[in-house]
T-cell receptor, first 111, second 112 residues
């Protein structure tokens, strides 16, 4: 099976930088995903890492260390609209296209 | 715009009264998934279709069934909803070999 851990809640200030961590334990790792989910809405894809290192996409960056079973999502220049749940998800080989999700980190951006 | 559409967005049913949720896609993806998400919990995969091949998760209750009559449509049938089945049901699609899932807006089920 797979085990994915991420903090339940985080609070940050508008304009600041926040880092959301995710640790995972799995066999046959085949990629890590970050999704954003606003309350009552569908998850939307943010980033995908399969190799170690940093992937940057505008204000959002995602980092992966496979040896440590660790990833983080970095959000820069926070805006109020970034208040949402951020879901870490892991794909495994042989699992087809199935993703296993963490419970999500609820980020609250304050003035 | 190509997208994944779920209907209804909100469904209220009585305990034990069957419910069907629908999902349609214009992305021409060959994989379709149904996830269940309860409040403050992770989305949990119920089953998925790879083309016409149905793949059930081992811990999905028999109360949950699915149909995929064609590439574009997939249905989730809950035969006898219990109070514990109240949740958001998310449909998602992807292409084979690509792990990026595109989600619909979800159907929120309330069981009275």
């Amino acid at each position: 099976g797979q085990n994915i851990d991420q903090p339940t809640e985080m609070t940050a200030t508008e304009g600041a930088i926040v880092q959301i961590n995710c640790t995972y334990q799995t066999s046959g790792f085949n990629g890590l995903f970050w999704y954003q989910q606003h309350a009552g809405e569908a998850p939307t894809f943010l980033s995908y890492n399969v190799l170690d290192g940093l992937e940057e996409k505008g204000r959002f960056s995602s980092f992966l260390s496979r040896s440590k079973g660790y990833s983080y999502l970095l959000l820069k220049e926070l805006q109020m609209k970034d208040s949402a749940s951020y879901l870490c998800a892991v794909a495994v080989t042989g699992g087809g296209n199935k993703l296993t999700f963490g419970t999500g980190t609820q980020l609250k951006v304050e003035l | 715009d190509a997208m994944v559409i779920q209907n209804p967005r909100y469904q209220v049913t009585q305990f034990g009264k069957p419910v069907t949720l629908s999902c349609s896609q214009t992305l021409n993806h060959n994989v379709m998934y149904w996830y269940q998400q309860k409040s403050s919990q992770a989305p949990k995969l119920l089953f998925h279709y790879y083309d016409k091949d149905f793949n059930n998760e081992a811990d999905t209750p028999d109360n949950f069934q699915s149909r995929r009559p064609n590439t574009s449509f997939c249905f989730l049938d809950i035969r006898s909803p219990g109070l514990g089945d109240a949740a958001m049901y998310l449909c998602a699609t992807s292409n084979a070999g690509a792990n990026v899932l595109t989600f619909g807006a979800g159907s929120r089920l309330t069981v009275l």
